[in-house]
């Protein structure tokens, strides 16, 4: 087969599910290039996936159609002949671009009118029953082969770019951690969750928890990862836990190539379902994922060094941005003190 193109889904951890359909396709096609073409937020991910030739950034917008920039695009990607282009995203607006550049095989799932412009699809899977999202992307493999499905969730596997981890080192310098030593811990906290309060474990819970590394280990170091729209959240736990020089905010300081490296020399995250929850589990680094509003069974984090913790109760997941019953236990029923219980473990 000729070259293949993914069109890369839009968030973060959607992006790392992909990966294990990247290594089928490698599989299958080992000589045929992989490009992916991503938006610039969740191209990093790409570029820590050894199967993938050349990513192709573009400034895509979220809700915007961009139609003289989609045709640009597919003018320059239809000089390199790929063969076949999957359309991991669901949106009309999505599929254009492989259709524009006249790509023979477009495979994708059904949805949003897109009749036409993908022309291998699968029809799209109930909301009630859901597969795990990497086993999701990788049933659109199967409609180039004979082979049989794969009925259990392989699990992401992302690299570190040499000069994220060099760029890391230096930051962790300049902070004055060392971290070299076995006995000064290293622990990165992903406080936000951009879906919404419902994702979120409330800040002054990881304060708490915090406040309890550092208490059982004086030398223990902890970074607040995150977006730029995550650094209130940061300064909140870092203010509330009252030691800055061991709790450091370093949400919107980093590129996500940056995360990625620093999240590998972590010794154990803790994390919202996010997308850094799932870079942590690509990375195989020990976590403690705390689950609310979503479902652990269709998002989970895809590593055996992954401890889940999600209550269960009777009104979740209910998937909802903000609590529909105004309590939001399946979060505040999630204990500190049980955290940093789990975390002890791993």
């Known amino acids: 087969m000729n070259g293949i193109l993914i069109i890369a889904p839009n968030w973060i951890g959607d992006a790392v599910m992909t990966q294990p359909l990247l290594a089928r396709l490698k599989a299958q096609y080992p000589d045929s290039p992989i490009d992916v073409l991503a938006s610039k937020w969740v ?42 282009c999957f359309v991991l995203p669901n949106s009309f607006k999505s599929a254009l671009i492989p259709w524009l550049a006249n790509i023979p095989l477009r495979i994708g799932y059904r949805g949003e009118l897109r009749y036409g412009l993908i022309n291998l699809s699968l029809p799209n899977p109930s909301k009630v029953n859901r597969p795990p999202m990497a086993l999701h992307y990788l ?53 936000g969750a951009e879906y919404g309060p419902t994702k979120r474990w409330p800040a002054n819970y990881f304060a708490q928890l915090a406040q309890s590394l550092t208490q ?36 919107g300081s980093t590129s996500l190539d940056e995360a990625i490296a620093l999240i590998a020399r972590a010794n154990a995250v803790v994390s919202n379902d996010s997308g850094l929850m799932h870079i ?63 975390l002890n473990t791993l």
């Open 216 to 251: 059982q280990n004086d030398k223990a170091h902890i970074i607040l990862l995150g977006g730029k729209g995550d650094q209130p959240i940061a300064s909140d736990i870092q203010d509330s836990a009252g030691n800055p020089t061991r709790i450091h905010n370093w949400c």
């Open 43 to 84: 191209a990093p991910i790409y570029r820590a996936c050894s199967e993938v030739n050349e990513v192709i950034e573009a400034p895509f917008e979220h809700k915007q159609l961009q139609w003289k920039l989609r045709k640009q695009l597919a003018k320059h990607l239809q000089t390199r002949n790929y063969q076949a």
């Open 139 to 191: 049933a659109l493999a199967e409609l180039l082969t004979d082979e049989e499905s794969v009925t259990q969730a392989p699990m992401p596997v992302l690299q570190v770019a040499e000069t994220a981890k060099q760029s890391i080192e230096q930051k962790l310098v300049a902070s004055g951690i060392n971290t070299h030593s076995p006995s000064n811990p290293l622990f990165v906290f992903c406080p």
């Open 280 to 342: 942590a589990a690509a990375l195989k680094t020990p976590q403690v994922a705390i689950f609310g509003s979503s479902d652990p069974a269709h998002t989970p984090p895809l590593s055996e060094k992954a401890k889940v913790i999600w209550l269960q109760l009777p009104c979740s997941p209910c998937h909802k941005k903000v609590c529909p019953l105004g309590h939001l236990k399946c979060l505040h029923d999630i204990h500190p003190q049980q955290v940093l219980t789990t």
